[in-house]
């Protein structure tokens, strides 16, 4: 019988891979070739896991005897990696795409394995396993529910699609990580039980009818092993081995079912990630369970081919788990930069950022690319910077309350999103409130959809909370009833701007009566904005922190946004100028650690050269001693008087 743990590989077996990539491994990642047991890899940026992986799955191949009929299983997060994988397998990934070998996303083990085959067996037809959007399409077509769907959405809850099966007891619960039974707190005990009654009857209607929700798909999956206890030991013996990628964005349910699989079995795992780039989980707002590799230290991806060694040094530390990383040796090294701006000069960051490109000759190798974490709807966000910059969107900005209202009809006939159909008309009340200059006292910014129910929630007097959630219900109930509101909306904006003070204008009375309707087509992506100076020309990529998650680009800047806080001024260069201890209390406070992740992935895909934007207002005594005395830093502005 073949022993997978005593597969030896030569150094003839690494030099046929290595003409394949074109390139020498390092000692670092023959060692991990050479491994075949139990193991968690940890693996700084850019430092070849991929092609490592994908390295002993070639010689694997190749090593594997034609009497050997178990599968090898290879499972990542996301379509993306699985694409990467096949990409450095090249023609050996159909060996792994086909029976009896599994290559593909944690979802599509799920479905395959367990989901599928359960519902199969007791409904005698596959399933539909659909997006969460889709399915709430489907709950929203049950005129059972409309009163529960605006009863959770004027109370400002979730849609009824939004709830799932929960993955311990199959009661409808949040998510499908609690356990409690879906409650709202303060709601009579008898009335929720109504509500719930409800709900539990769709979603069991939907579920023989054959439509799961992703996530739910974990939901039956847990369902269908505690029911059948030996269909887990059968997985370990279909798949002996099995390797993890990007181990860090795994969730809590993908986690724990990887645990009820492979636990306690002889199966082989090698999880390889990186536990300081789990965007993913941080910016969920649920728990998560994160992975704590279990180190072993000879077993470890140190070696970043990607940064350059002086990056690497301002880097490295800016993260939840420090770990060791080596660069490559620039013999030019440029420091990292600051650039500093003020209200007037936002939009003249990227600019200075490409004066500094160009001026580095930077700009005729990889991509350079203008990265954040926050797109619309907040204080600060990408398109803060770059106004034209968007990835193909409806337009949810308009110049008449007509046409905001024709966007909602829109919307509520498109997919009956309750909840964000009541968005959208707490976003005319904004409107109609910064049409006036009426900002929030509370921060002296305008109001989002968000800020102004969570305002009126924090007085003493409810009154005006109460008054708004009744109006939105009226409202929601007129547009799926096609009647008009829009007299009664006005009537509102006018009590709310004279509540808070503001001043009426000749633009709000242009805002009531302008009769046009403004499109609703989607807008054209535009992405890169072209910078020229003195005939030098550069093309600077705009995207999110988490669109260029895996990218290599030649020069990187990553701009502060701000959500509930100011990322960069308020947390990152603080973060920065700590000394050892304190960064340490820091790693464990969960407004540090939503933000370091975001941070080190957005400062680890330069090759060369790394810029971080920060208002002068944030940028304190504190931060300007530490980094004009640094030895590893540069200060500079945007187009602005220097302070």
């Known amino acids: 019988m073949f022993d997978l743990r005593k597969l030896q590989v030569t150094d003839e077996d690494i030099a046929f891979v290595e003409g394949i990539f074109g390139f020498e491994f390092n000692e670092g990642q023959k060692k991990i070739i050479r491994f075949w047991d139990n193991t968690d890899i940890q693996a700084c940026p850019g430092s070849g896991k991929t092609t490592t992986l994908a390295a002993k799955l070639i ?3 190749n090593k594997l005897p034609k009497s050997f009929k178990q599968g090898i299983c290879i499972i990542t997060h996301t379509n993306v990696a ?6 450095k397998l090249g023609s050996y990934s159909s060996f792994y795409e086909n029976y009896p070998n599994h290559l593909g996303t944690i979802q599509s083990v799920v479905d395959k394995f367990f989901t599928i085959p359960a519902f199969k067996n007791e409904h005698k037809f596959s399933p539909s396993i659909v997006d969460t959007d889709s399915y709430c399409k489907e709950v929203n077509k049950f005129s059972l529910l409309n009163g529960t769907s605006t009863f959770l959405s004027v ?14 007891n199959f009661e409808i619960s949040k998510t499908i990580n609690h356990s409690e039974r879906y409650s709202v707190n303060g709601i009579n005990t008898l009335k929720m039980d109504v509500h719930y009654q409800k709900i539990k009857t769709v979603k069991d209607l939907l579920l023989r009818d054959g439509y799961i929700k992703y996530d739910e798909a974990y ?31 795994m969730e ?13 079995t002889p199966a082989i795992v090698q999880k390889i990630g990186d536990k300081n780039q789990s965007i993913y989980n941080y910016s969920s707002s649920e728990d998560n369970i994160e992975w704590e590799p279990k180190l072993n230290l000879e077993l470890q991806l140190t070696e970043t081919t990607r940064i350059s060694d002086n990056i690497v040094q301002a880097v ?35 600019d200075r950022f490409a004066e500094l490109v160009i001026g580095h000759n930077l700009y005729k190798g990889r991509p350079c690319k203008v990265i954040g974490a926050r797109l619309s709807e907040s204080r600060l966000n990408i398109n803060s910077y770059w106004s034209d910059f968007n990835r193909g969107y409806n337009k949810k900005d308009f110049s008449n309350i007509a046409s905001f209202l024709a966007n909602a009809s829109h919307l509520a006939v498109k997919s009956s999103n309750v909840k964000e159909v009541r968005k959208t008309l707490l976003s005319v009340l904004c409107k109609g409130l910064r049409i006036c200059k009426v900002k929030s006292p509370a921060t002296n910014f305008y109001f989002t959809p968000f800020t102004l129910c969570q305002f009126l929630n924090s007085l003493d007097d409810q009154s005006h909370s109460k008054k708004l959630n009744e109006d939105l219900l009226t409202w929601i109930s007129a547009l799926y009833k096609t009647e008009s509101f829009q007299a009664e909306m006005q009537q509102c904006i006018l009590d ?19 009769p046009e309707i403004e499109s609703l087509t989607e807008r054209t992506e535009n992405k890169v904005y072209k910078f020229s100076s003195n005939g030098e020309e550069l093309n600077l990529h705009f995207d999110t922190i988490h669109g260029v ?24 260069l603080e973060f920065i100028i700590a000394e050892e201890k304190q960064q340490t209390k820091y790693r464990k406070n969960a407004a540090f650690k939503s933000r370091l992740p975001l941070a080190y992935v957005a400062m680890s895909r330069a090759t060369h050269f790394v810029c971080l934007a920060v208002h002068k207002d944030r940028f304190t005594d504190q931060h300007n001693v530490y980094f004009e005395s640094s030895d590893e830093w540069e200060v500079t502005t945007a187009d602005f008087k220097a302070i």
């Open 59 to 61: 010689i694997l191949a």
């Open 82 to 87: 699985v694409e990467e994988i096949k990409d």
């Open 155 to 168: 109370k400002g809850l979730d849609e009824v699609g939004y709830l799932s099966y929960n993955k311990r």
């Open 219 to 249: 939901s039956i999956a847990f369902k269908y092993l505690r029911d059948n206890t030996s269909v887990g030991g059968l997985f370990s013996k279909r798949f002996p081995l099995v390797f993890i990628d990007e181990m860090q964005d």
């Open 252 to 264: 809590t349910h993908q986690t724990e079912l990887i645990s009820m699989l492979c636990n306690g």
């Open 316 to 350: 490295k530390n800016i993260c939840v788990s420090p770990q060791e990383m080596t660069g490559w040796t620039n013999t030019s090294p440029l420091k990292p930069t600051i650039i500093l701006f003020d209200d007037a000069s936002i939009p003249m960051v990227k």
């Open 496 to 514: 709310l701007i004279n509540f808070f003070g503001g001043t009426l204008n000749e633009e709000l009375n242009e805002f009531f009566t302008k």
């Open 549 to 572: 998650k895996g990218e290599t680009h030649t020069a990187t800047l990553y701009l502060e946004t701000y959500n509930r806080i100011f990322d960069i001024g308020s947390k990152v």
